[in-house]
């Protein structure tokens, strides 16, 4: 009885049993390399802030300790330099 051999990657594939072996290990190592390459592209893209917007809470005192009512308060973005004002309410 003659039996086929194909060469695939170094490995000797016979038709029989032993192919059936060999195919389950290229599927598995070929799911790994999916999900290694899965992995790899997810982590690629830069992570965003998920929020456009922001509050703040504080207080306005003068000199004295006493507060200052409609206080001017301007807060800057420090990376991209943007200047928000806005007018106290208290």
């Not at 032993?18 to 830069?46: M, W, Y």
């Not at 004295?64 to 106290?88: D, F, I, M």
Request: charged fraction near 15%; glycine fraction near 10%.
């Amino acid at each position: 009885m003659q039996r086929n051999m194909v060469r695939i990657w170094d490995k000797i594939i016979v038709s029989g049993n032993a192919n059936t072996q060999v195919r389950g290990e290229i599927v598995k190592k070929s799911c790994l390399f999916l999900f290694g390459l899965c992995l790899l592209l997810a982590g690629l893209h830069p992570a965003f802030g998920q929020f456009e917007t922001a509050s703040v809470l504080g207080y306005v005192h003068d000199a004295s300790g006493a507060s200052v009512p409609g206080a001017k308060v301007s807060l800057t973005n420090e990376q991209t330099k943007a200047v928000v004002t806005a007018q106290t309410n208290g």
